[in-house]
């Protein structure tokens, strides 16, 4: 009976597939001018890929450049489906800008990306662990978080500024911001005043100075490279989302920063940003400020504003605490922000995903879900009938395909 089931299926799958009848001619395939495809087994250390430990994030302690690496590098081979590592530049110091790609594996080019990056000033040690952490979630905990990763893929920068938050963190200098770039006998220029955007209207700051915006709008390797990602994103149309993690104030806040000047979608993103302050309220009761960019009048240069301009529709500054209470271990509070880290940075994207939908008008402004943890399907990743069937990913032609089942058939009668 089985060898009838399997020879009906095999003849339904040919039929949908629409082969050559028997009197049309079917084309000849050279198959020297075929793609060799490989499985990936070529030895014992390919086939032992899938046995890879998995790397444990230390929060014990703040996380040097070369900690980070070797996290990433370990994370990346333990789960090589779902991480890639890209170098987006290197630095003055020759360190590397990485850039971590994070995605469910399925191979949708068309998906939106959610952007987010940390450590762009040196002395804000914490927002590269909890960068850290929120890859590590995506990735070790990959099912719990599958709405996060079916909708859109996750670019995240842990470190911008490697050369600065080095310098910063091993020689205890808790007030150095910028990089480590040369300025006439002076080092330095503070990243987020270097972004092509109302650069260097009103600061004013010499070289010296830790708000120095650099010689000129984008003269840093680190702030040409983001840059250049984000307007990639929107040229290739998969802008969607983009949070930046600084230490400062417990808040959450959107563009402008340089004016603070309302806008068509203030309304949508003070909600999202809502939606989050509350997530982290209930899990850590911690109180996190949703608002505009208050307090920051005439700073230009800022990632965020660029990133507004270059037309970024969701996007959001997470500003956490920097000093840690008194009472508090190290690892108390390294461990304490991770979390509240990750629970607001999950909540902003969930809350992305919920209220906006790129074919509406950004001015379209949502109410926050009533129950705070139901989130509906969104269109963040466009609906395609363009997917992959399952014989690509095979990496077979459809033809090669059928002939295969057709032996099948044959085999089992």
Not at 183 to 210: C, F, I, K, M, V
Not at 245 to 263: A, C, M, Q
Not at 290 to 313: F, K, N, Q, R, W
Not at 336 to 363: D, N, R
Request: charged share 20%; glycine share 6%.
């Amino acid at each position: 009976m089985w060898r009838v089931v399997c020879l009906l299926f095999c003849i339904a799958v040919a039929a949908a597939m629409d082969l050559p009848k028997p009197d049309e001619a079917t084309p000849t395939v050279d198959w020297a001018d075929e793609p060799t495809f490989t499985l990936g087994l070529q030895d014992e250390t390919e086939l032992d890929l899938e046995d890879e430990p998995t790397p444990t994030l230390n929060l014990e302690d703040f996380y040097g450049y070369n900690g980070m690496m070797e996290y990433l590098r370990n994370l990346s081979q333990a789960y090589c489906c779902t991480v890639t590592r890209q170098s987006l530049t290197t630095t003055y110091e020759n360190r590397s800008v990485e850039l971590v790609k994070i995605s469910d594996g399925q191979g949708r080019s068309e998906k939106k990306v959610i952007l987010l990056d940390a450590g762009t000033h040196g002395n804000e040690w914490i927002t590269t662990t909890v960068a850290l952490k929120i890859v590590h979630e995506l990735v070790v905990n990959q099912d719990a978080h599958a709405r996060l990763l079916e909708s859109c893929d996750w670019y995240v920068l842990p470190m911008v500024n490697p050369d600065g938050y080095e310098y910063s963190l091993v020689q205890k200098l808790k007030l150095w911001q910028k990089n480590r770039s040369p300025h006439g006998g002076q080092y330095g220029t503070n990243l987020n005043r270097n972004y092509d955007t109302h650069w260097n209207l009103t600061e004013d700051a010499p070289t010296h100075s830790q708000y120095y915006p650099g010689s000129s709008a984008f003269s840093e390797l680190e702030t040409l490279a983001v840059g250049g990602l984000m307007r990639d994103l929107v040229e290739t149309k998969r802008e969607f989302l983009y949070i930046t993690l600084h230490t400062e104030n417990k808040s959450i806040f959107y563009p402008s920063v340089f004016d603070t000047k309302t806008g068509k979608a203030d309304g949508l993103l003070h909600a999202i940003a809502q939606l989050a302050s509350a997530a982290i309220f209930e899990k850590t009761r911690s109180v996190y400020v949703p608002s505009l960019a208050y307090g920051y009048d005439g700073v230009g240069g800022t990632s965020l504003d660029y990133a507004y301009e270059v037309g970024i529709p969701l996007l959001f500054a997470f500003e956490m605490p920097e000093m840690r209470a008194e009472a508090e271990s190290k690892t108390t509070f390294i461990t304490h922000q991770a979390m509240e880290g990750w629970e607001g940075v999950m909540h902003l994207a969930l809350g992305a995903l919920e209220m906006y939908s790129p074919s509406k008008s950004s001015s379209n402004t949502t109410n926050p879900p009533s129950d705070g943890s139901k989130h509906a399907n969104s269109t963040c990743a466009p609906a395609t009938n363009d997917a992959p069937s399952v014989f690509g990913s095979f990496g077979l032609p459809a033809a090669t395909f059928s002939a295969l089942l057709a032996y099948l058939a044959l085999a089992v009668i």
